[in-house]
């Protein structure tokens, strides 16, 4: 133990108490011991790379081509994704794929290149093979996005009397890339310091990050191997499906300023095991998430009721305090969706139970909510407490559904019910018997679920919070350990909890969102920020996580307004909740002692404000239902990046500090302390401050008002979008359009919280004089009555 796992070891008894922090110490030695016992030793590595290439033999959408020391498979899907994997490796069996494989592009052909190598020619991309293993992903007209060097494996030695190996004897590997010189990086799931990622290295190991984070803590509760890289010679995504510890090192490249000698951007990627397979994406950032989508699986849609505000804190304390908050919010003419429940309504925080002295009739208390529209939404965490007699506990033991350890015992951890076991949801066993669990969950009338601490999280006074590596792990079938099974526990819990919803309300869409995940979490729920630090880095970090896991097929998310950690100031929490409100999860929550969330606990000027930012989101509920569907439908995300229409803009592609609400909106929030006027940089067009309707043109950099009762937020010229009318039903906010350009929008109606298949309502509008004038694109009547706005704008300069 060294001088920083001795200061954790006292910051860990401190945090959960000296029973618990005496658990935690032994639990780490337990853990330690194991893994020494049962991982492999290695007594020395050889270095390998794939030598000089020997032949090829074509296969439907590609090839499969030989080199001295290992072999290369190349695949084009039908959509032109781009499959290579190497050790001959095919692209399943995979966590991250939604189904069967994609089927392949049959026009795809394989055929001998001019320098010794390989290249496989199609409709959409061109795959070029060199002789020695390099790989080139090209445009159609021959630009290089991306050129992964030969990689190279260090291959185990098993030390002398290690008996069988439980690895199978995978190898490490490391692969590094060149991409173009003005390129930027983005991706790799949830990070604290963004959307742009920097030049450093990024571990790709999902991790709790112990009581709070902020910009620069890495990495966090929810990473992913997905890049998405931008330059002006095109937009693509690269996906290495490999679920190990591991670490991508990226390097922005420079340009030579006319001197013609360029330094390219370079990505490394650093695995500890696992298979060297990846994917590759190309075309225009829509292009690029709608691929993703069709390869990894639809977002899941949530109810509209969960696009509203919601109130989560841990300490409620009992039944009488919810309801004396919910009557503030009704008293007060706050809107309200949900309130959430933490792991304090548990009977000794025991998941699956209820703590019926403080809540004596939860059920009843659920009914008498959802009457004035708020629901209740419940924690579950996946540690179940390891006592004889625990209902839990009895059951998932007769089920054979707990991690074991290589010995065949139950791998016992820390966590907040005290000693606990772990599910093992790689077992679709154990995931059928977890789903039946949240039976209990709504006959306590709950209406959804977050999932949290399922990194998953072990107290450890020393080493790493959760599972042993050596813990054991079904793996569909396949068997193998946690440093396989680590990173996809998140996102096959999701997968039970999902399921489980889903047989148990067949007619109703779950909701449900967590903490950790992996690649593919859309298709069962979303995310949120996890315990993000209480401070104006922390609300820098929000928008950061959401960008970014958005970007990695995960459009809803969100973080929690004020900071988990501490006390906000009047005005952090006030810029915090503004952000919110134009976010897809929009949710306060806090920490035990970290004070209240409720707006009229900061002031008359901050509720008012408060109010103001609500009431906005109600009446832009319609278009949230819109951007929900159409997420569900092309991948694109709520929130996207403000270079998502012009990613050949620079000058957007380095821009932070604001965001496109989906095609229609840009919002520009406030992001430190005093700022009453900033700086916001416009994409090509006309756009509208919404609040003065003053009107901008762009691409440019103008500076707008950001006074306290406001952040700005411009609205595209045409945008045609759906909002709350006066009379509650729907109308079409229309921006008018400049002369001779017009614009368009899509409604998709509510059509209820069940499966039903949406409609898709396509507008456009044109300006005729001082008139604008919109139309349904398939000829119909418009059927909403029409706002214009704009009309007698002042162009800013």
Not at 292 to 302: E, N, R, S, V
Not at 461 to 474: C, D, I, Q, W, Y
Request: glycine residues 14%.
């Amino acid at each position: 133990m060294d001088g920083r796992d001795l200061v954790r070891s006292v910051r860990m008894v401190r945090a959960v108490g000296p029973a618990q922090g005496l658990r935690s110490v032994r639990t780490a030695w337990r853990a330690r011991r194991a893994d020494a016992l049962a991982l492999p030793r290695h007594s020395a590595e050889r270095a390998r790379v794939p030598g000089a290439a020997r032949g090829a033999e074509p296969q439907p959408g590609g090839g499969l081509i030989h080199f001295e020391r290992s072999s290369l498979r190349v695949r084009v899907a039908s959509g032109g994704a781009v499959f290579c994997g190497w050790e001959g490796s095919g692209p399943e069996p995979s966590y991250a794929l939604a189904g069967a494989c994609p089927e392949v592009d049959a026009r795809a052909v394989l055929e001998p290149d001019t320098e010794g190598g390989w290249r496989v020619v199609s409709e959409r991309v061109l795959v070029v093979v060199s002789r020695h293993g390099a790989v080139e992903v090209r445009t159609p007209g021959g630009a290089v996005l991306r050129r992964e060097f030969p990689p190279r494996w260090w291959d185990r030695t098993q030390a002398k009397g290690a008996g069988q190996r439980p690895d199978g004897g995978a190898s490490r590997w490391v692969q590094r890339a060149q991409v173009a010189a003005d390129a930027r990086f983005f991706g790799l799931g949830g990070r604290a310091h963004g959307p742009r990622l920097r030049d450093g290295a990024y571990r790709l190991w999902n991790t709790d990050p112990g009581g709070a984070f902020a910009p620069g803590d890495d990495p966090l509760s929810l990473t992913m191997p997905v890049q998405l890289v931008v330059a002006d010679a095109g937009t693509h995504l690269v996906f290495h499906d490999n679920s190990w510890d591991g670490r991508v090192t990226l390097r922005e490249g420079a340009e030579g300023a006319g001197s013609g000698h360029d330094r390219p951007g370079t990505c490394e990627v650093r695995m500890d095991g696992g298979p060297l397979r990846y994917w590759v994406l190309a075309g225009t950032p829509a292009r690029v998430l709608q691929g993703w989508t069709a390869l990894t699986g639809a977002p899941a849609l949530p109810p509209q009721w969960a696009l509203g505000y919601q109130h989560a804190r841990w300490g409620f304390g009992g039944q009488a305090e919810v309801r004396r908050v919910v009557a503030g919010y009704k008293e007060r003419g706050l809107p309200l969706s949900a309130v959430h429940l933490d792991i304090d309504h548990y009977d000794r925080h025991r998941v699956f139970t209820v703590d019926r002295q403080r809540y004596p009739d939860l059920p009843g208390l659920a009914r008498e909510l959802r009457a004035d529209g708020v629901r209740l939404v419940s924690i579950v965490d996946p540690a179940v407490k390891a006592e004889p007699g625990d209902t839990v506990y009895e059951g998932g033991a007769a089920a054979d559904a707990f991690v074991r350890d290589a010995r065949g015992r139950e791998v016992r951890g820390v966590a907040w019910p005290g000693e606990s076991v772990y599910p093992d949801f790689t077992d679709a066993r154990a995931r059928k018997w977890w789903g039946a669990l949240y039976a209990e969950r709504l006959a306590q009338g709950f209406s959804g679920v977050w999932h949290d601490m399922n990194e998953p999280v072990s107290f450890a006074a020393f080493g790493e919070r959760t599972l042993p590596r050596s813990a054991r792990h079904a793996l569909e079938g396949r068997g193998g350990d946690h440093r396989e099974a680590h990173n996809v526990y998140g996102l096959a819990m999701a997968q039970a909890g999902f399921e489980g919803l889903c047989e148990l309300r067949p007619a109703e869409r779950p909701f449900l969102f967590s903490r950790s995940g992996w690649a593919g979490l859309q298709r069962y729920g979303g995310s949120w920020s996890g315990d993000v630090a209480t401070g104006w880095a922390g609300l820098r970090a929000s928008l950061s996580l959401v960008l970014g896991l958005g970007l990695c097929g995960v459009p809803y998310s969100g973080p929690d307004i004020g900071g988990f950690s501490g006390v906000p100031s009047p005005e952090l929490y006030l810029r915090w909740f503004q952000l919110g409100a134009f976010l897809p999860l929009f949710r306060t929550h806090s920490a035990l002692g970290a004070g209240r969330r409720e707006p009229w606990e900061y002031g008359d000027e901050v509720l008012g404000h408060a109010r103001t930012a609500l009431r906005e989101r109600q009446r832009l509920l319609p278009y949230f239902g819109t951007l929900g569907q159409l997420a569900r439908l092309t991948g694109a995300p709520y929130v996207r990046p403000v270079w998502w229409s012009a990613p050949r803009d620079r000058a957007l592609r380095d821009c932070e500090d604001a965001f496109l609400l989906g095609d229609a909106l840009l919002v520009a929030p406030a992001l430190a302390a005093g700022v009453t006027r900033r700086p916001v940089r416009l994409p090509r067009g006309r756009w509208y401050d919404t609040a003065t309707g003053r009107a901008y043109d762009g691409p440019g950099q103008v500076w707008v008002e950001a006074p306290l009762s406001r952040i700005p937020v411009l609205a595209r010229a045409g945008a045609v979008l759906p909002v709350t009318g006066a009379d509650g039903g729907t109308q079409l906010e229309v921006w008018a359009p400049v002369a001779g350009r017009g614009g368009s929008g899509l409604v998709v109606p509510d059509a209820g919280d069940g499966w039903q298949r949406p409609t898709v309502e396509r507008f456009t509008s044109r300006r005729e004089g001082d008139r604008v004038i919109v139309e349904r694109r398939d000829g119909g009547a418009v059927g909403y009555p029409v706002r214009v706005r704009g009309l007698e704008d002042e162009v800013g300069p």
